[in-house]
């Protein structure tokens, strides 16, 4: 029989805390009356890290689908935090971009975020998470080193 599933392994452990902070910071959010869904704090907070980003991308990047990536796209604009515009490469493709008017939430969204990373390195020594730290994000370039090594063979 095989052996059963290592619910302590790094993989469950990583995508635990990050569905636990997802939660917190959603929770958050909602009860902080900020005028925007914890869908739509998800979707602007990509659009201001990255810069102008195409709706697939920011998809993508929020794990939203197409149309309720367009859905929260629509309120944000009419709110005034997002701007849409062509792609000068593909005409067919919307760019994303965070408008000035966003700045002020995003501080909010920010303190939240500050909020909930507390309660994951409460306990944990300052050295011990900056080590923490550095060591994600190797992992996270490798793995982003091999996906970009993956499409550039294809």
Do not use: Y
């Not at 917190?24 to 907070?45: I, M």
């Not at 796209?73 to 760019?95: I, N, T």
């Not at 507390?118 to 992992?139: N, V």
């Amino acid at each position: 029989m095989p052996e059963p599933i290592d619910n302590e392994n790094t993989s469950f452990l990583i995508l635990d805390i990050a569905r636990l902070l997802r939660a917190e910071f959603e929770r958050r959010v909602a009860s902080a009356c900020l005028g925007v869904t914890p869908s739509e704090a998800r979707t602007l907070a990509p659009v201001a890290r990255h810069g102008p980003l195409r709706q697939r991308d920011l998809a993508d990047l929020t794990g939203l689908g197409a149309m309720s990536i367009t859905t929260c796209l629509d309120r944000l604009e009419c709110a005034g935090f997002v701007c849409r515009e062509s792609d000068p490469s593909d005409r067919r493709a919307k760019l994303v971009s965070a408008s000035a008017e966003a700045t002020p939430l995003l501080m909010q969204l920010k303190r939240i975020g500050e909020e909930v990373r507390s309660i994951t390195r409460d306990g944990i020594e300052p050295h011990d998470w900056e080590a923490f730290h550095r060591m994600l994000k190797i992992a996270r370039d490798n793995h982003l080193r091999s996906h970009q090594t993956r499409h550039t063979a294809d």
